[in-house]
Structures are given as structure tokens and as C-alpha cells.
């Protein structure tokens, strides 16, 4: 008897360790570098970013940091998305249709500006940024903007993933937006 306890309670704490080991493995980051908040921050900030000499934006390639393109499904919506649909519901298509408007822009640049918030859980958690643009277009047209975002994350294998998405974007005057800019320079 005594034998079959101890294999029994081997068994038993070999079973939940693994167990635990699997939720380790499955846990997202609550703060830091990768955690979501962060990673919204990031996702504006180097994710749509496009300079001068940057290499050609293809979404699945750029931005498969933020988004399972293996499990797209989720709701993306951005009034200032490119062609007829604001909708999309699965990330691949919903990123290639940035594309073209990445093409035809010289340079791509943002900086924050206020009211960031975060609601983090173990495995969904939505985060919420200010932020502002400029698309200085090849054509020599340029496009400043103010805007919100607000992301839903999941927790998918281990890396938080963008399966919500809620962008809000207006034109405005260049002049009105040079602050945040300024301040970003300031910073570094």
C-alpha cells in the first residue's frame, strides 16, 4: 500500500506540475516591454511608422508581432481605413488593405499624446492610446491627424495578439498637432 501511495503521489505531482508548467507557458506578460499597454504604444509608434528608406510595409511581415494571422478572426474597424470597407473581420485582410496607402506615402510618422489606459487580465485585456500622424504622401500632399485607439487583446500561446480593434481618426491642421512632436523630441 505504502508503495502505491508513493507512485500515486508521484504521479499526482508530476501531473500538476505539468500542468502548471503549461499555464506558465500559456501566461502573457502583465507589465513590461510585452505587456499591452506597452505593446499598443509600440504597435503606433514603430508598427505604422514608415520612413524615408524604409523597406516595402507588407503586413504579414511587419506586423505579425501584433496580430495571429494564423487565427485572424476578430473585428477591425478604422474610420480612417483605406478604399470602401472600415469593417473587416479577419486581420490579414484587414492589414493588406493598409498596403497601398503605405506605398504611396513618402513617410508615415507619429507621436502620443494623452489619456492611455489599460485593463489587463490573465488572458484578454484592452488598452487604449491618444495618438497623433502625418502621411507626407509621395505625391507631396500631406495628412495630419489626431486619433484614439482602443485594441483588445488575447492571449494566444504565450504572446498577446490583437483581436479588437476600435480606431478613430480626423484631419486636422499641422500646426495643431506640432506639439506632441516637439515633446517627443524633447524626450530623447
Request: aromatic share 12%.
Amino acid at each position: 500500500m505504502t508503495h502505491l501511495k508513493s507512485t500515486l503521489s508521484l504521479v499526482l505531482f508530476f501531473s500538476l506540475g505539468s500542468v502548471q508548467l503549461q499555464a506558465a507557458e500559456q501566461t502573457c506578460a502583465q507589465t513590461g516591454a510585452d505587456s499591452p499597454l506597452e505593446l499598443h504604444k509600440h504597435w503606433i509608434m514603430k508598427g505604422w511608422e514608415k520612413k524615408t528608406d524604409s523597406p516595402e510595409f507588407i503586413f504579414a511581415t511587419k506586423m505579425s508581432r501584433y496580430y495571429n494571422l494564423q487565427d485572424p478572426s476578430g473585428i477591425y474597424w478604422d474610420n480612417f481605413a483605406p478604399g470602401d470597407n472600415q469593417l473587416f473581420d479577419n486581420a490579414a485582410i484587414y492589414g493588406a488593405n493598409w498596403e497601398g496607402l503605405q506605398a504611396n506615402a513618402e513617410s508615415v510618422t507619429h507621436a502620443l499624446t494623452e489619456g492611455h489606459s489599460e485593463l489587463v487580465g490573465d488572458k484578454v485585456s484592452s488598452t487604449t492610446i491618444g495618438f497623433v500622424g502625418t502621411i507626407t504622401q509621395k505625391s507631396g500632399g500631406v495628412i495630419p491627424f489626431n486619433g484614439r485607439s482602443q485594441l483588445g487583446w488575447r492571449c494566444d500561446s504565450g504572446e498577446w495578439k490583437i483581436h479588437q480593434e476600435l480606431n478613430y481618426a480626423w484631419v486636422v491642421e499641422a500646426k495643431d498637432i506640432a506639439h506632441y512632436y516637439d515633446a517627443m523630441k524633447k524626450e530623447h
